[in-house]
């Protein structure tokens, strides 16, 4: 069904336009100041007091996590991961997970998330309930196995890899993807780094790994290997496939020249490595670098939301102070962090991040009738000083409307919110 979003303002490359947006066949296909002919049955949306933005996107989080939400808070990396996080994974079930995933997909649909880029386990529910809720999804499996003779396809975890792309990847036109993903240089060892690098280069796949997230990860690994975790990488061939490298707190010089020759993607989770005390991730220098920095908000356990539009705001407040410039990180150059650069990082740069004719009608509709947008000298600077999750009242994948007004138009949020309180988290505590 056609839709026409009426007198509304629109954040487009080129700067705002009030007027008209047209979605037919679930792309962008008309932007302009006046009325366009061929949209009289369409559905006509009321833009006054509203503004459209691209969809955001989340590049790097682990959404059944909602589960651990509070759990484990005010600990330092090490111990929240190896005392709290990992014995209460193991306690999870396909259930649990989907009911995590169901009220992690709503959070991130009612704050504006479109897409997101996930690495966790049973990720046949994660993807169902992706393929169920409308939103794109960029999935892998997480595989932690210690074993230098392991072969790929041998052992659980990389068969469930397998599992997962032939049955999985390229579902409904592309919005559902596998990626491939390596954990940690810490939890995996040189026989998975070659089989799943190779994997992933083979099959055009995105590889996903967590790097230098703390510094004793970044130092551990230099000791181990003589390499810091991006060059034990990239001397293993996994940065040989397109990369999203969460976290790089502690990367140097050296490993932002091997990041910028191989086209990796530093995904940014400010506000995760601030409230586990990891600490700052050299945004500014990367993006001089020519890096391609996008956003993720982790998983919730290690930030407690999947806010995008507080993950913006961080990002640009936070390396200001840390730089003593108020220009290292603008409010245009954030706003990119959490749209087109997140494009850019899960290849699909060619169909979302942006509005202009031909794109994914991936939109969200802000609500600027509330005090806390009053007055708007700037519609940029108040979407990322000022925006809020909870500003968002519409938010569309591909034309399909999935939240709307606080109602979830595909996810049954209230048996999610049953499961999770009457079974999830007994069997988990």
Not at 23 to 35: R, S, W
Not at 284 to 301: H, R
Request: aromatic share 8%; net charge negative.
């Amino acid at each position: 069904m056609k839709s026409l979003f009426e007198n509304i303002k629109i954040l487009t490359p080129n700067g705002v336009i009030e007027g008209f947006l047209g979605v037919d066949g679930g792309k962008i296909a008309y932007i302009g100041e006046v009325a366009p002919a061929g949209y009289e049955s369409a559905r006509k949306i009321d833009g006054r007091r509203r503004a459209l933005i691209p969809g955001l996107i989340n590049t790097h989080t682990h959404v059944p996590m909602t589960l651990l939400r509070g759990y484990a808070d005010d600990y330092d990396l090490d111990t929240w991961l190896t005392r709290h996080i990992f014995p209460a994974e193991a306690k999870l079930d396909g259930k649990c997970v989907r009911a995590g995933t169901v009220l992690g997909i709503a959070e991130m649909l009612a704050g504006g998330t479109t897409s997101f880029s996930d690495s966790y386990y049973f990720c046949d529910e994660i993807a169902s309930v992706a393929e169920i809720s409308g939103i794109k999804a960029s999935i892998s499996r997480t595989v932690i196995n210690f074993d230098n003779e392991v072969k790929f396809g041998e052992c659980d975890g990389t068969r469930e890899v397998l599992d997962l792309f032939n049955n999985w990847h390229g579902r409904d036109n592309g919005r559902i993807r596998i990626d491939a993903i390596i954990h940690a240089e810490y939890t995996t060892s040189e026989s998975l780094w070659r089989s799943l690098g190779s994997f992933a280069k083979e099959n055009g796949l995105i590889m996903q790994i967590h790097v230098s997230e703390s510094e004793r990860e970044h130092k551990g690994c230099i000791e181990k290997y003589g390499k810091t975790p991006i060059a034990l990488f990239e001397h293993y061939g996994v940065l040989d496939a397109k990369t999203i490298a969460a976290h790089c707190v502690w990367i140097d010089d050296e490993d932002m020249a091997i990041m910028r020759k191989k086209g990796v993607t530093l995904a940014h989770n400010p506000v995760s490595n601030l409230k586990l005390a990891s600490g700052i991730a050299p945004i500014p220098k990367a993006i001089e670098q020519g890096i391609n920095v996008s956003l993720g908000t982790d998983g919730v356990a290690s930030n407690n939301s999947h806010d995008m539009f507080e993950e913006m705001k961080l990002a640009a407040i936070l390396h200001k102070g840390r730089n003593y410039n108020p220009c290292a990180v603008n409010a245009e150059t954030a706003f990119n962090l959490a749209t087109v650069n997140g494009a850019i990082a899960q290849g699909r740069e060619n169909e979302c991040g942006k509005i202009a004719v031909g794109m994914d009608a991936d939109l969200v509709m802000l609500d600027l009738d509330r005090p806390h947008f009053m007055p708007c000298h700037n519609l940029l600077s108040n979407i990322v000083y000022s925006a809020r999750g909870s500003d968002v009242c519409m938010t569309m994948v591909r034309g399909k409307v999935l939240y709307e007004n606080g109602e979830f138009k595909t996810l049954d949020v209230e048996r999610a919110l049953f499961d999770v309180e009457n079974y999830a988290i007994s069997r988990m505590f």
